[in-house]
Each structure stands twice: as C-alpha cells, then as structure tokens.
C-alpha cells in the first residue's frame, strides 16, 4: 500500500463531526471553459480542494490554482487511480471541513462514476450535491454540427459504452437491440473498439452506408472530426490518427454535418475534417 493510500486509510477511521465539509460532484462540460456551468465555476473558484482527471480538458483545468488541484486519474505510469482512493480521499477532506469538488468532464452521473461515488458519500454520512454539466454525449455531436434527434431522421438517441466487445457473450450493450431501435447511437469510449461494434451493428442488419461521425477532443481547441460510414469509420479514424477522448455518433444524424458545415462555425477556427 503507498503512503497515499496508508495515510486515507487512517484518517478512514475517524468518526465525522459536525463540521464535516461539503462535497460538490461537479460536471465541467466538454472542455471549452464558456460551457463550464456558471454554478460549476463558482464552486471551483470557491473551493478548498479539486479533485479531477484529465477529461475537464487543458483549458478549464490551466485556469485552476495549482495548490488546489488533485489529480486522481491516471498516475505515473500509465495507471488509473483506484476508485476506492479517490473515494476514501473525498470522505477524508470532507471529514478535515473542506469544501471539495469533484470535477468530472461532461456530466457527472454519464459514464462518470457519479453515482458510485455518491452512495460512497451517502454510506459515509458526508453530504453532497450533484452540479449536472453538459454532457459531451450531446455536446459532442453538437458542435460538429449534428443534432442526436431529427424530426426527419431520428425519434431516439441510445448512449453506450465503446468498451463493450459486441463478440464477447456478457457484453452488457445489446448491440443487436440498439440496431433495431432506428435511432441514433452515441459511442463514448469508443475509439478501441470501434472496427468491432461497427461490425457488430452490420451483422445485427444495420446498412453499411450508414453514416458515422467521430468527434475528438470536442470543443477543446484542437477538436477534430472525422466522417464515414459503417464500413467505412475504421480507415476514417485511422487516417485521421483520432484518439481518445472522442464521440462516435451512428445514425442519418451524422450525415447532417455535411449540409451545414460550410456556415458552421464552432470548428471553423478550432479544427477541420480529419
Ligand atoms: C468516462 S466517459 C465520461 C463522460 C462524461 N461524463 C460526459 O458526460 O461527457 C469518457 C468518454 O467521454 C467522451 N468524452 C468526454 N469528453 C469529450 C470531449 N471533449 N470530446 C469527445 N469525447 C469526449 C469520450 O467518449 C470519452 O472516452
């Protein structure tokens, strides 16, 4: 066990007062600091300590004070810090009186482990809000100028993780089912994986000339966005070299881009078509 960890572990085990401080689990958004909450930038300048990863991205993260950041995503390394320290560290501060939050990209209960965290706290008697944000699952999409739903095109949008393998049996995302829907389908995590639920989606009967968007990096500076179809988004991602963080949305959604992206101007002056 490292110090870090000892040290948690201790503090653990003291009983909570009265004055035990409050934790904000906070959503920043996709990364451009204009989208941050104006509620989520009070409680990050108000605040003793923020805990974060890196997906509030570098420009909402360069604007915290240094003496008040943690960071616990990935360590030196190349490893992630275990949940459970970043837990026990949120009871621990809050036990010591600060006021902490918690920064989470997006939204903080999307794919974020908001909600893990906030049973830890509840279980622990420490008291918590939850500052919702904008999710890059819609923002993402968005700023590359897709909308998710379409009158003329999609009734429904499905989020899903791209860290499911489509060919492994307890894969937890019905791949199939989500083909049947005719809706749009939001990818997070999905840069890896993605030659294996595209081509889970065409055995589960979708057409291959559906079309595919990847947004990277969306809204940070260096956003970058690559299109295709089904058959086609694997060679679009690795001729464009896009990496994670990025959104893959599937559905006649993705293929709007194309009528508007000559007027749009969030990627204008921020990146191009990969
Ligand atoms: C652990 S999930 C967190 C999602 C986050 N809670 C949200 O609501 O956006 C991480 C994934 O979110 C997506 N993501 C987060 N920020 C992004 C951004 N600025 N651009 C593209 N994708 C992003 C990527 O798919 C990434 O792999």
Known sequence: MS???????????????????????????????????????????????????KLP?????????????EDVGKRAGGEWTPQEYTNRRLVELAREGKSIVRLKGGDPFVFGRGGEEAEYLAEAGVPFEVVPGVTSAIAGPAVAGIPV????HASSVSFVTGHEDPTKEESAVDWDALAATGGTIVVLMGVGKLQAYTAGLRDAGLAGDTPVALVERATWPDMRVATGTLDTVVDARDEAGIEP?????????????????EFLRNDGKRGDDG
């Not at 948690?8 to 204009?34: C, I, K, N, W």
């Not at 991205?57 to 950041?69: S, Y």
């Not at 739903?149 to 003329?152: A, L, P, S, V």
């Open 245 to 261: 963080p990025a959104i893959t949305v599937i559905g006649d959604v993705a293929a709007t881009r194309e009528r508007v992206v």
């Open 57 to 69: 991205g570098p420009e909402i993260l360069g604007r915290i004070p240094e003496a008040k950041r």
């Open 149 to 152: 739903t379409h009158r003329d």
């Open 3 to 53: 110090e870090r960890d000892e040290a948690v572990t201790a503090t653990e085990e003291r009983v909570g007062t009265d004055d035990t401080g409050t934790v904000s689990l906070v959503g920043s958004g996709p990364g451009d600091p204009d989208l941050l909450t104006v509620k989520a930038a009070e409680l990050i300048e108000s605040a003793d300590v923020v805990l974060h990863d």
